[in-house]
């Protein structure tokens, strides 16, 4: 049997298909050179001067809140460069990833591909900003709670308007805990996890205390000796001096009418 017979292609030949045109890495011509046969997108690959300028304009597109002209990434390139070109390439190559580069208006920018575009959707809410009556009265309850409006206005000398209250419940900084039990029954409020979030504190007690609040400049320095920074405490657990919400039932008296459904108040 007659062996078959191996042709030995020379390292000096190139395949007639082989398309090498371009700048190629030094490693990759270097293999080429050798008789390794290259795969057909080893043509592709940017050169090392090429990549560079592509990591360029791919961190000042990342970096931009806003879709950035030629004009201005043009400025951070060589005068030589291509930058329309560097451009379409890097589009190709986010082509088929999670985010593309889109040419919006001009101007070029990063933006969620299409087809994934479901996963981002959020809701935008408008920020307001909180009023110093506002922040007054978020200070005192979040010190003082469980605290009533009553005892709010007695704390800041002055009225404290429904709206304030309202403002802070819907930001979702305070809630309505229970109720004093005093005359009228009037409503304790505290703070809620949303509040300790969004101000950065594991607990409620890690609001800053008198020495601290003197240090910022947040306090009078001619405050009378005896002036005190209460301890906050935002226990879930009703204080003995709170009722609940909806035991609100009062008597002609005045006092809340705490009989139990089918008491007929026989001894």
């Known amino acids: 049997m007659v062996p078959p017979k191996l042709n030995y292609a020379s390292p000096a030949e190139e395949p007639e298909d082989a398309d090498i045109d371009g700048d190629i890495p ?47 990434l043009g400025q951070h390139l060589k005068s030589e460069d ?49 009023s110093k009556a506002g922040m007054e009265t978020l200070a005192i309850i979040a010190y003082h709670q469980p605290v009533t409006r009553a005892e709010i206005e007695e704390i800041r000398g002055v009225a404290c308007s429904a709206g304030t209250l309202d403002q802070l419940m819907e930001i979702g900084w305070i809630r309505p805990r229970g109720r004093r039990r005093a005359p009228g029954r009037p409503i304790t409020y505290g703070t809620t996890e949303q509040f300790l979030e969004h101000f950065g504190l594991d607990n409620i007690k890690d609001l800053p205390g008198l020495a601290e609040l003197r240090g910022s400049g947040l306090l009078d320095a001619n405050l009378p000796p005896d002036f005190r920074v209460p301890e906050p405490t935002d226990a879930a657990a009703l204080m003995p001096d709170e ?22 108040g026989a001894a």
């Open 243 to 264: 009722l609940p919400l909806d035991a609100v039932d009062e008597d002609t008296t005045g006092h809340l009418d705490l009989q139990m459904p089918g008491d007929d």
């Open 26 to 72: 030094a490693e990759i011509e270097a293999a080429a050179a050798a008789g390794w046969q290259l795969p057909p997108n080893i043509a592709q690959l940017p050169s090392a001067d090429r990549r560079e300028q592509l990591r360029i304009l791919e961190a000042l597109l990342f970096a931009a809140s806003e879709p950035l002209d030629e004009k201005y």
């Open 82 to 130: 291509d930058v329309k070109a560097l451009l379409e390439e890097l589009k190709g190559f986010y082509a088929s990833r999670g985010i593309n580069l889109v040419r919006v208006a001009g101007k070029w920018a990063f933006r969620t591909a299409e087809d994934l575009s479901y996963l981002l959707e959020r809701h935008a809410t408008e920020q307001r900003k909180l």
